[in-house]
């Protein structure tokens, strides 16, 4: 039979409570940390690129959807149709505040319509060439379709630069803005059409 000292119990009941609550806290800041990143797929509406300072505005983009809808009633020998269509554009005019930058600057469409502006200037890279030439360019998508994993005030933006898919090249930017999304300008119109027999 074992011999408990008084207070043992107590002892591991207040080390294990420690550990709980270790655990839930690791588990809390592992939730905030996720849910302060976010990996979307993005649209690359406009890109620059300079080695000098520049002046960057977002220029203005528009896209436009559509959905159509025919109804049709009749008999074995003739038929009644008619058809509506539906279309929405999103308009976003220049932007009037300007971003005066360096390097590789892109306005990004996000899925819910806002522009994310990201700039990344050159990189230090030791080459044994000095100041001037221990820097590189910053990797620059060629594709408009990208990921963007927004972490902070930083983007890190990855492509596939492979047939498969399976090779990515990526290259984190800093993020200027986010500017908010456009509102649509919806248009409908509906065509009926005669019988046909």
Known sequence: M???QPGGLKRRTIVGMKNLVSIAAFIGLSAAAAAHAQKLTVKVIDR???ETNYTYQVPGYSNSTAN????????SMSANCSGS????TFT???????FSVRGATFSLLLPD????????????????????GNHRSCRMPIVDEIQAD????????????SLD?????????????????????????STPSSPSK
């Open 2 to 4: 074992k011999n408990l």
């Open 48 to 50: 620059q690129t300079s």
């Open 68 to 75: 159509g809808r025919t109804n049709c009633f009749g008999t």
């Open 85 to 88: 269509a539906t279309t929405s």
């Open 92 to 98: 976003t005019a220049p932007q009037d505040v300007s």
């Open 113 to 132: 319509g806002r522009i994310a502006v990201v700039n990344c200037v050159s990189k230090f890279a030791e080459r044994m060439l000095g100041p001037a």
């Open 150 to 161: 927004f972490k902070g005030k930083h983007a890190k933006l990855e492509w596939s630069v």
């Open 165 to 189: 898919g399976k090779k990515k090249e990526s290259e984190t930017y800093n993020i200027l803005g986010i500017l908010p999304a456009a509102r649509p300008t919806p248009a409908t119109g």
